[in-house]
């Protein structure tokens, strides 16, 4: 158990439909991480927060947006969702050092399917 | 954009044999990670390598860290079937904060 708390681990919605993912991190750790993970593109990072501020935004579309509350946990919000949003979407935390990120715990992720 | 390419894309082997895999980088990186990960569950951290030149060992499994930190590999000596897997590296960058970028990963198979 990487201490990382992803919901629900599968959703299944229709094309159009808008969902959110939610993910706690492992205690004490400030930095959340998004991530999609296809058979062709391997695990594509999508953004990124910390301590409640986006930090880093990877390949993320402006369909997809996220946040981090104050109590840490975070949500990815997909909209106008499309077949091709069918993936794998993990979320990982982090320590955060002056040296940049640390170990990252990932989540046992959420399956995603778009009919 | 820092990009990390892993080969071999998949390999299939017998237990017994010996395999490396590696991961390069055209980019220098404070650290980089390897990762494995199981179907259906998310990677899971096994090394970080900090040091250029670095060589790490894990059981039966050596990494090793390029001079110039822009690459890395990961030897697997006597593999088993429990080493079945995707093993994925990623790197970090050299701010505060910057997310690890990952590589496609290698498909590991290990048959008895």
């Known amino acids: 158990d990487s201490g990382v708390t992803q919901t629900p681990k599968h959703l299944i919605t229709a094309t159009g439909q808008r969902v959110t993912l939610r993910c706690s991190p492992r205690s004490g750790d400030l930095s959340v991480y998004w991530y999609q993970q296809s058979l062709d593109q391997g695990l594509q990072f999508l953004i990124q927060?910390?301590?409640?501020?986006?930090?880093a935004k990877g390949n993320i579309l402006e369909r997809f947006s996220a946040q981090q509350f104050p109590d840490l946990h975070s949500e990815l919000n997909l909209s106008s969702l499309e077949l091709g949003d069918s993936a794998l979407y993990f979320c990982a935390s982090s320590v955060v050092s002056m040296r940049g990120p640390t170990e990252a715990f990932f989540g046992q992720g959420t399956r995603l399917t778009v009919v | 954009t820092q990009l990390l390419e892993q080969s071999p894309q998949f390999l299939s082997i017998q237990e017994g044999e010996n395999l490396t895999v590696y991961c390069n980088s055209s980019s220098v990186f404070s650290s980089l990670q390897w990762y494995r990960q199981e179907p259906g569950e998310g990677p899971v951290l096994l090394v970080t390598?900090?040091?250029?030149?670095e060589v790490k060992k894990l059981k039966r499994l050596t990494f090793q860290f390029g001079d110039a930190r822009k690459d890395s590999s990961l030897h697997i000596t006597a593999a088993q079937p429990g080493d079945t897997g995707l093993y994925l590296c990623a790197g970090a960058g050299s701010q505060a904060g910057t997310a690890l970028i990952f590589g496609k990963g290698t498909t590991l198979s290990v048959s008895s």
């Open positions: 390598v900090v040091t250029g030149g």
């Open positions: 927060y910390y301590n409640g501020e986006e930090r």
